[in-house]
């Protein structure tokens, strides 16, 4: 796939873009299928499994920030809710067809039906929390110029993914006797924090990779300016 990519005829710079974009859209279905698993210590939950692929999504964006803009990067974003919504549409019609195992169709429903609440929780945290990481991405290299990467991308995901995980977390897991995933609040409380600094570590890990790779597009970028 990505060979017959690069033998398109547009500009280089944009084929880096839409594989970043690609990625990133694939991530952001994926983490929403991995989150309603929790990872355990000693017995207790501590972390969502969507924290597998959140800090590359959010990787991602950084990348198409500082490359495309903020409204770009945006507009990815509501692409990837779009996505979501579409897929959770096909996994629930699926789900109401009558299987011939009980057993397949229960374990499929389990892994793959998220309920409504989760879905909506899930595109109004990852809308809100994008925004938040696109603009500040932008804002700081408005202000700072091609200096101070690392400073705007960790910043800009550690806001972006407390607000996501807060957001998420309340929606789709407060315990309102509405589903018997509901959390306790201590859980809601706690959580949601644990779950951002341990992504903003990753992102802090990751940096340099996606460092390299957006001064890599934009290098490119200015070398089709002339």
């Known amino acids: 796939m990505f060979n017959k990519l690069f033998t398109m005829d547009i500009k280089k710079s944009y084929k880096y873009v839409l594989i970043v974009l690609f990625c990133f859209l694939i ?17 207790l939950p501590i972390l969502g499994a969507g924290i ?14 500082e490359c495309m803009g903020e409204k770009f990067a945006f507009r990815a974003c509501l692409g990837g809710v779009a996505i979501n919504l579409i897929w959770s ?7 109401s067809i009558k299987g011939d195992n009980e057993y397949v169709a229960e374990c499929y429903a389990l892994v793959l039906g998220s309920s409504l609440r989760i879905t909506l929780a899930s595109a ?18 408005k202000k700072h110029g091609e200096k101070k990467y690392y400073f705007r991308a960790i910043l800009s995901t550690a806001i972006g993914q407390l607000f996501d995980d807060y957001v998420f ?3 789709a897991f407060a315990p309102f006797g509405w589903s018997a995933l509901e959390k306790s609040w201590e859980m809601i409380a706690f959580l949601p924090i644990l779950s951002a600094i341990a992504e903003t570590v990753i992102e802090a890990v990751i940096t340099p990779v996606s460092k390299r790779v957006a001064y890599k597009i934009k290098a490119q970028q200015v070398l089709e300016r002339g």
Not at 53 to 61: E, K, M, N, P, Y
Not at 89 to 95: F, G, K, N, Q, R
Not at 124 to 141: E, R, V
Request: one cysteine or more; hydrophobic letters at 55%.
């Open 124 to 141: 109004i945290a990852y809308i809100g929390g994008s925004y938040l990481n696109n603009h500040i991405m932008d804002k700081l290299h």
């Open 89 to 95: 549409l096909i996994t629930w019609i699926c789900i």
């Open 27 to 43: 991530g952001s279905v994926m983490q929403n299928i991995l989150v309603v698993k929790t990872f355990e210590f000693y017995g």
């Open 52 to 65: 597998v692929l959140t800090w590359f999504v959010f990787a991602c964006s950084d990348i198409l920030t």
């Open 169 to 171: 977390w309340f929606l």
